[in-house]
């Protein structure tokens, strides 16, 4: 088999998108999609609470139109939180994107 498909970040997305977006990709001919890359800060919201029922939503959409998941390490996205309880010199900011 083949694999035809690209990377997706539906928790950057309203959910309401998903949908349109699964309609889109299988339209395209994708039978895999790329998940959960910079998702961390998504799947653990606070320290030590985790939520992956978006994941779930999300997994089952694609499945629904014939296409496998693959689910990447989050490593390279970890939490401001996180980061500085790991390695407290690393900088971090709470400040939201975009804000100066």
């Known amino acids: 088999m083949f694999y035809f498909g690209a990377d997706y970040y539906p928790e950057q997305w309203p959910e309401a998108r998903w949908t349109e977006d699964g309609r889109l990709m ?22 030590g609470r985790f939520d992956f029922a978006w994941l779930d939503r999300a997994i089952a959409l694609l499945a629904e139109r014939g296409m ?33």
Do not use: C, D, Q
């Open 26 to 47: 299988a339209e395209a001919g994708f039978n895999i999609v790329r998940l959960a890359e910079f998702a961390w800060a998504t799947m653990e919201p606070e320290a």
């Open 68 to 100: 496998k998941v693959m689910l990447v390490t989050t490593a390279n996205a970890s939490p401001s939180a996180t980061a500085a309880s790991i390695a407290p010199t690393i900088p971090t900011t709470t400040r939201p994107r975009g804000a100066s």
